[in-house]
T-cell receptor, first 111, second 115 residues
Framework: EDQVTQSPEALRLQEGESSSLNCSYT??????LFWYRQDPGKGPEFLFT???AGEEKEKERLKATLTKKESFLHITAPKPEDSATYLC????????????FGKGTKLTVNP | GAGVSQTPSNKVTEKGKYVELRCDPI?????LYWYRQSLGQGPEFLIY????????DSGLPNDRFFAVRPEGSVSTLKIQRTERGDSAVYLC?????????????FGPGTRLTVL
């Protein structure tokens, strides 16, 4: 069973069309949930860290939220430059400092 | 300030050869991580160092893989007797501390192709 599952695998939006990406996790004792953005041929770029249920973080058109079993990355009025793969990762009690990643959601925003 | 750097950016080798991949972390970061990413997948943990010592090497797939960080800064990932299945992007990340707020910052990766 995957510890981190992201959905959808791919998402196509028109510019300005808001939507949400989902990251669900099965680990216990969450020590952090991390969102990264990855452009083709590049390393993941850190976006947000969330630690406790109810927490929210915002950056430009992105807003990340966390519940006890999942996180959402809300994208408001996206632009073509928001096109990328968005990765979610978790760290948990007893899991050392390693991050366990989901497979990512590939977002394409058309002009 | 400089981010995490990795060299080479691309490495093509033949099956059975030995390769070394280098990672230079953000200055002052005490923790360093290696991940491997295959096409269409998220990064997969290999090993992490706190200072000079490997604190968790549970992700290394077999004994052909080895990593060192002799002075607590630069790290080298070493792969012996490479196989075609080793082809992937190898990512390095570093973080400031083991404390709660220790986000990992990634380098651009080394794309390894084993022919």
């Amino acid at each position: 069973e995957d510890q981190v599952t992201q959905s959808p695998e791919a998402l196509r939006l028109q510019e300005g069309e808001s939507s949400s990406l989902n990251c669900s996790y099965t680990v216990s004792g969450l020590r952090g949930l991390f969102w990264y953005r990855q452009d083709p041929g590049k390393g993941p770029e850190f976006l947000f860290t969330l630690y406790s249920a109810g927490e929210e973080k915002e950056k430009e058109r992105l807003k990340a939220t966390l519940t006890k079993k999942e996180s959402f990355l809300h994208i408001t009025a996206p632009k073509p430059e928001d096109s990328a793969t968005y990765l979610c990762a978790v760290k948990w009690e007893g899991g050392s400092e390693k991050l366990v990643f989901g497979k990512g959601t590939k977002l394409t925003v058309n002009p | 300030g400089a981010g995490v750097s990795q060299t080479p950016s691309n490495k093509v080798t033949e099956k059975g050869k030995y390769v070394e991949l280098r990672c230079d972390p953000i200055s002052g970061h005490t923790a360093l991580y290696w991940y491997r990413q295959s096409l269409g997948q998220g990064p997969e943990f290999l090993i992490y160092f706190q200072g000079t010592g490997a604190a968790d090497d549970s992700g290394l797939p077999n004994d052909r893989f080895f990593a060192v960080r002799p002075e607590g800064s630069v790290s080298t990932l070493k792969i012996q007797r490479t196989e075609r299945g080793d082809s992937a992007v190898y990512l390095c990340a570093s973080s400031l501390t083991q404390a709660r707020y220790n986000e990992q910052f990634f380098g651009p990766g080394t794309r390894l192709t084993v022919l």
